[in-house]
């Protein structure tokens, strides 16, 4: 984080300085050179953000903040160390809402140093891939600060603020939301040159109250980007959101007949025989074009590295370099269509496992099980092939409120025309796209549901066999992604 005094923070955020005078402490020297919201992630220097959760409250770790090297707390009330002094702290009604102000008080001065570029990403799928291709991208150009993870939100976009240095080139923000108006108060807060639309899915529909309320909010983003707004042209509520637009547009497309000047495109896109996607990238702008292989699974990742090579030439990279740093670049995040290759019951590397289950939605289910169909049968790059046996383990897709279950039914519908080998469904809530697979026709032992996830690792255990892929999807609350953790760690197991 770029140097910030005690005093300038309480100044930034309207707090109340307290604590200072019985430490004798002076609060214009007192100088603050990383912050977050995590004690254990305490360094010398650090602001400790006392931030209340819902199952916590970060006003109880503020003593084993301090021992860990904090020198300032941003706190909603006055604390006390145990001889009863208060702890050096800037009191602030709101920490959330402070923690944006520093954000904005931060990109201004950053900003204000030398040339500066903030790229915002959203969607409801892919926002996390699409920032971390861009992150590879933008690496090589100039100093780059990306988010850890998925820090998206109110709290996340500000900590990756917080790892920002003054000579910061380039600034990557992604930008989820929980509901209306989430969008708009981040583009105020980080003002971005570039703004990049993904897709529109299902993804909190529940929050939400609908797709179109989703559109609506991630065209915040549209309207607000002040230089460049990159838009993702297969998706009709993404293409509607040309109108809200106050910037140039770039568009995206894998759609080979519909390049024209302003598109960046992937031309004669294909899967190569380990699902990787294969495709001539055109520059429509500059009318270059480049083979690419991609080292990420799936043709559903063609709108995140096409998103991400979009950005990354708006930003000033020349086409050339975007598709040489494009080859074989791999996903960077845990997670996401994460393949692991095992020795299982004797057989050396006889055991796939895809690891997807840290977001989920009808959309991207469906489209990682089509991966899942495509790795498993013989293709045009190895007619010969043996086919092998495509197994999913599929879990909850959270937050679809009053179209839970039927989503989840229609999903077990597109399990059974696929013709998926086996299915596993795991959890209360995913219950529904068991029954739908029944009442679409799977029959015998294709497809079993289980309650948990103990349940879940026994079942694979008894039912694997060697030359199988396993494709685990879910929210990441379902929790799968430990489960195919745990699967890839058997390595040797009889």
Known sequence: MIPL?????????GGRLLGFEAAELDPQSVTLTGADTDSRQMTPGSLFIAKPGETTDGHHFIDAALASGAQLVLAERATYAPDGTEHPSVIVPDVVVAMGALAAEIIRRIRAHSPTTVIGITGSAGKTTTKDLLAALLGEEGPTTAPQGSYNGEVGVPLTVFTAELDTRYLIIEMGADGPGHIRYLCEMVKPDIGVVLMVGSAHAGKFGGADKIAQTKGELAELATEHVILNDDDA????????????????TSDSMDVSSRTVAAKSLTLDGEGHPQFTLSFGPSREEFAVTSGLTGAHHITNILAAAAAAYRAGAEPEDIAARLQGLGPASRWRMERSVIDFKGEPQSLTIINDAYNANPESMREALRTLAMLTRPSAHDPLATPRRSVAVLGAMLELGDESIIKHAQLGETVVRLNIDKTLVVGETAYPLYRGAIAEGSWGSEVHWVATAEEAESWLKSTLEPGDIVLLKSSNGAGLRLLGDKIASWEGTE
């Open 5 to 13: 005094t005690a005093a300038e923070i309480a100044e930034i955020t």
């Open 237 to 252: 509520q993404v293409r509607a959101m040309a109108d809200r637009a106050s910037a140039p547009i770039t568009w995206t």
